[in-house]
């Protein structure tokens, strides 16, 4: 199966200089198509950043981001604009529906933008709505639907026109037990439909619903259950340092290696020579 998403060696960088934060620190990623992935972890981990990155609304400082086949790291605003029309259907927390607007127009909206005709777009906005659902709350405005039925009406827009991947994130921040349940359920089932779904969330028991849990601290793959634990750590040991000085990149190797490597004592080298070695029993 290939590949949907590959990230290599990624890099997010505010502020260069002295008082950089490097959000996303080396990260490698490959999600297949069809995958239910959830993506976690704590405030200032780096995971906004990456799901900024996923959704082509950002572009890294550095490293590639190939999204179906396709370079996308270094494209314009608008050429991201495009991708994401195709490619990517996103949930919010915050739902992100127009007040004014009822739950046909809200998500018939992106579909006049899309260019799509009228006749299509009906089509597409009734389809979706009563997938998640809602085929008689078609009239109601946000103001008179629970937050549960207008974050259904959130995941109707994102899937009316069947974009491949479902970016969520944390879908359910506002919304009560009995509601999270139902929202989840819903992209549990457009996962068994072939959508890969991506859930950024903060929330093990929400991960736990993932096939799939990738945990991000200080911007980089701390585990993926996808991955075992040693590819993880070998890749974060043989990755190069991007920018800095000798100083800074042996400063940054050693914070890389602590606690995984043991040094030569002799010169504090990581890999020992095995010639040396053997000259060193031969003398003994």
């Not at 999204?67 to 991708?83: K, R």
């Not at 004014?100 to 389809?127: D, H, K, M, Q, W």
Request: hydrophobic residues 35%; aromatic residues 4%.
């Amino acid at each position: 199966m290939s590949a949907l998403i590959e990230i290599h060696d990624m890099h997010k960088v505010y502020n260069p200089g002295e008082n950089e934060v490097r959000a996303l620190d080396g990260i490698d990623l490959s999600i297949d198509r069809n995958e239910f992935v959830a993506i976690i972890g704590q405030s200032g981990s780096g995971k906004s950043t990456l799901m900024n990155m996923l959704g082509c609304l950002d572009v890294p400082t550095s490293g590639q981001y190939i999204l179906n086949g396709e370079d996308v790291s270094d494209l314009t605003d608008n050429e991201l604009s495009d991708i994401r029309n195709k490619e990517i259907g996103f949930i919010f927390q915050g739902f992100n529906l127009i007040a004014t607007l009822t739950a046909f127009e809200n998500v018939e909206l992106p579909l006049i933008y899309r260019g799509v005709a009228g006749r299509v777009r009906e089509e597409l906005s009734v389809t979706a709505l009563e997938k998640v659902g809602l085929g008689n709350r078609m009239d109601h405005k946000p103001s008179e639907m629970s937050g549960g039925q207008q974050q259904r009406v959130a995941i109707a827009r994102a899937i009316a026109q069947a974009p491949p991947i479902i970016l969520a994130d944390e879908p359910t921040g506002n919304l009560d037990s009995g509601s999270s349940e139902e929202i989840l359920g819903i992209l549990k089932n457009l996962h068994k439909e072939g959508r890969t779904v991506i859930i950024i969330t903060h929330d093990n028991d929400i991960a736990r619903r993932a096939d799939r849990v990738i945990k991000i601290r200080d911007g980089r793959i701390e585990s993926d259950s996808g991955k075992k634990e040693t590819e993880i750590e070998a890749e974060t040991f043989m990755k190069e340092p991007d920018t800095g000085t000798v100083e800074e990149r042996l400063e940054t190797d050693s914070e890389i290696m602590e606690g995984q490597l043991k040094t030569d004592p002799d010169n504090g080298n990581t890999e020992i020579d095995p010639d040396r070695e053997e000259m060193k029993l031969n003398r003994n």
